[in-house]
């Protein structure tokens, strides 16, 4: 059951309208638009089942871990970043407000918990040109990394951190080519590749507001990686291939074709006729902040988007009170500034691997694997079979 109707929803939960309009402005429930009448929500079917099991009684162990994949319960520790009360905290620190000064690699040392020793990023590569795929020539100099360096166990915090510097370099030679001699901070090496000096203070902005976000689909492939002691070129290489996912970090590329196709037919068209299919609109809303993403608001409150883009968010506000996301944000700055079409997922990709290098980091610290067990729903276990042949 993928979307269901509010009748539907407080059949299941049996309670009250007021408490499903509640579970959904926490959080614990998503919408979408009824693509039959703008005027009614769909309520996701998983997560109404989640809840309904909750109010059936006490949960087994079984059941708490089924419903902590999915947007649900905490699924191990962490002191490196959180979601509460609607905003986004790194080591405790609002990340709004740390977007408004400091740059990636102050960021880094935050997470990283290196102290106050000078961080950088160089590029390893210079005087190569701005690849044609990114994506592919991050994965290329990451899998070269992973196939020499050495496993994360039994060295030191400090050497880990002065190869995990080096490895964002890595990336950001990749992504951005080698033009930039290192010694500019990563958001400046990024302006100058993409020859938008005046978008230098956004990049930075964004890149802070992106390096970390809990336990999301890519940090956990990043983290499982580093538990088994793989190198921190192995995790970067998981992290950034589940980046990858239209899901998670190149979401922005279907808000990009939702621009075009407005280019071509006006936005209250394209929004009206991607509703029409019944599609999820692309970069609007998020599970985690019913009441707004705040990296979006804050990255949009410092520029001014196209007329494309802002015709966009008005279409979208008539028919959704789902405001943009930060993948929203994201196009609509490379929209403004000229940048490439794959610089959303290129900021995506530099500023999360200073996340996953801090949860590989953790993780590795606490020297645990992450294995968890699967809740088995196949065919019934041929068990006549098992004794015959013992």
């Known amino acids: 059951m993928p979307w269901i109707t509010s ?39 998983e997560d109404v089942k989640r809840l309904a099991g909750r109010h059936a009684g006490r949960r087994s162990v079984a059941d708490v871990a089924a419903q902590t994949i999915s947007f649900g319960e905490p699924v191990l520790a962490s002191g ?8 986004l905290w790194y080591r405790g620190e609002d990340t709004v407000r740390l977007s408004e000064q400091a740059g990636l690699e102050e960021i880094a040392r935050l997470l990283w918990q290196v102290g106050k020793v000078d961080l950088a990023f160089p590029p390893t590569v210079k005087g190569t040109p701005i690849p044609t795929n990114p994506f592919e020539a991050a994965l290329l100099a990451l899998a070269r990394r992973a196939s020499h360096d050495f496993p994360t166990g039994g060295r030191s915090h400090a050497v880990l951190c002065r190869e995990a510097a080096g490895l964002v370099g890595t990336m950001a030679a990749a992504m951005l080519g080698g033009g930039s001699d290192g010694t500019l901070p990563l958001h400046q ?27 999301n689909a890519s940090t956990f492939a990043a983290r499982t990686a580093a538990s088994t002691g793989a190198p921190l070129a192995a995790g970067l290489l998981a992290g950034l291939g589940t980046l990858a996912g239209p899901l998670h970090g190149t979401a922005a590329v279907s808000v990009q074709a939702l621009a075009e196709t407005a280019r071509r037919i006006g936005a209250r068209r394209a929004v009206h006729d991607w509703l029409s299919r019944g599609h999820r609109l692309p970069a609007f809303g998020h599970p985690l902040y019913p009441d707004g993403d705040p990296r979006a608001t804050a990255l949009l409150a410092c520029f001014s988007c196209s007329e494309i883009y802002e015709g966009i968010r008005e279409a979208v506000a008539e028919h959704s009170d789902e405001p943009p996301n930060v993948d929203f944000a994201l196009a609509a700055l490379a929209d403004r500034h000229g940048l490439p079409a794959s610089a959303p997922f290129t ?44």
């Open 80 to 87: 490196l970043s959180t979601i509460a009360d609607g905003r």
């Open 189 to 215: 090496q990024a302006a100058l590749a993409w020859q938008a000096p005046d978008a230098a203070d956004l990049i930075r902005r964004a890149l802070v507001l992106l390096a970390d976000h809990e336990l």
């Open 7 to 45: 009748e539907e929803a407080l059949a299941l939960l049996k309670v009250q309208p007021q408490t499903l309009y509640a579970n959904v402005s926490r959080g614990r429930i998503r919408t979408r638009p009824h693509p039959q009448d703008v005027r009614r929500s769909l309520y996701h079917g």
């Open 347 to 390: 900021l995506f990709a530099l500023a999360r691997s200073v996340g996953w290098i801090a949860h590989m980091l953790e993780q590795t610290a606490r020297g645990s694997l992450i294995r968890p067990r699967a809740h088995y729903d196949g065919p019934p276990l041929n068990m006549a079979a098992a004794v015959e042949t013992a």
